[in-house]
């Protein structure tokens, strides 16, 4: 059975940083592809970043890219979300997931995901 927690979530000025885990369990991080996706309040999950397979390749949305940095740590099978120069807009559920299925139209789109976590909440304030 997969298992995904995250953690690290909590409230910060604007301009501070945030580090968002995601311990896994049941799936091997090291040939995973991996994600963190945002949720804003009425709205769908969105995708922030992704990692591919062994690492090479990263993915950002144009409004985080710069500023987050996605990676993993395979020896814990731990995935993580540098934030950094966070902004209020920035403010929202935070997911991570876990290995791609052949639905959904690019990594952006939640469809496209097997597991997810439960979520941490991360809120910049102005």
């Known amino acids: 059975r997969v298992q995904l927690a995250e953690s690290g979530g909590g409230s910060v000025q604007a301009g501070g940083s945030l580090k968002l885990s995601c311990a896994a369990s049941g799936v091997d991080f090291a040939r995973t592809t991996v994600a963190w996706f945002r949720q804003f309040a009425g709205q769908e999950r969105q995708g922030v970043a992704a990692l591919y397979g062994g690492g090479v390749a990263t993915y950002y949305a144009d409004s985080v890219n710069g500023r987050f940095t996605i990676s993993k740590d395979i020896a814990s099978n731990t995935q993580y979300l540098q934030m950094r120069s966070l902004k209020p807009e920035d403010t929202a559920m935070y997911y991570c997931?876990?290995?791609?299925?052949?639905?959904?139209?690019?990594?952006?789109?939640?469809?496209?995901?097997?597991?997810w976590g439960q979520g941490t909440q991360v809120t910049v304030s102005s």
């Open positions: 997931a876990a290995v791609r299925n052949s639905y959904g139209s690019g990594w952006k789109d939640s469809r496209g995901w097997d597991y």
